[in-house]
T-cell receptor
């Protein structure tokens, strides 16, 4: 399984862009990179997924360099409601290949 | 559309008592089903997953067990709870089959406190 490393916590202010980087040095050829968001006392919610280069949706952007050994989740103009834990997952398929690490606790301040 | 239900929402149980948590999914057939546990301030730990009725894979040795008596029903059980079983239990589902693109959808969770 590809192990991921993320910062434990980050602070930001409203209106700023937030970039959370995840390291996954032993990512496999068929692995996708997936990010989830979790609010307190709720289940995680899918944000974005990608394989290489850049992926963008209405919520975030995901940047993946050519070597795929890291990825960066970019949240544009965060608000207080973006305060949550963000998880980076690397794997494919289902079951044991889907491993959640401790995540990054993002605190957005007014 | 698909929905996932879990109950109860909260549960307080004494040590040594049995446990039964239920999860049901609507609006899809033959989903992959998962049970996770999250200790306070920690990440999610995958406990069990199932790709079909009666097919259960266990990820972590513990005093918990899982069963899938129906296609869209997943049950987490214990005969005797331990203090260490306290946590936030989440059920999740993903579309049937093994796919490279795999999004999991989580239920609202059950907060279990063992005293």
């Amino acid at each position: 399984l590809a192990k991921t490393t993320q910062p434990i916590s980050m602070d930001s202010y409203e209106g700023q862009e937030v970039n959370i980087t995840c390291s996954h040095n032993n990512i496999a050829t068929n692995d996708y990179i997936t990010w989830y968001q979790q609010f307190p006392s709720q289940g995680p919610r899918f944000i974005i997924q990608g394989y290489k280069t850049k992926v963008t949706n209405e919520v975030a952007s995901l940047f993946i360099p050519a070597d795929r050994k890291s990825s960066t989740l970019s949240l544009p103009r965060v608000s207080l409601s973006d305060t949550a834990v963000y998880y980076c997952l690397v794997g494919q398929g289902y079951g044991q290949n889907f491993v959640f690490g401790p995540g990054t606790r993002l605190s957005v301040l007014p | 559309s698909q929905t996932i239900h879990q109950w109860p929402a909260t549960l307080v149980q004494p040590v040594g008592s049995p446990l039964s948590l239920e999860c049901t999914v609507e609006g899809t057939s033959n989903p992959n089903l998962y049970w996770y546990r999250q200790a306070a301030g920690r990440g999610l730990q995958l406990l069990f997953y199932s790709v079909g009725i009666g097919q259960i894979s266990s990820e972590v040795p513990q005093n918990l067990s899982a069963s899938r008596p129906q296609d869209r029903q997943f049950i987490l059980s214990s005969k005797k709870l331990l203090l260490s079983d306290s946590g936030f239990y989440l059920c999740a589902w993903s579309p049937a089959g093994v796919t490279l693109y795999n999004e999991q959808f989580f239920g609202p969770g059950t907060r279990l406190t063992v005293l």
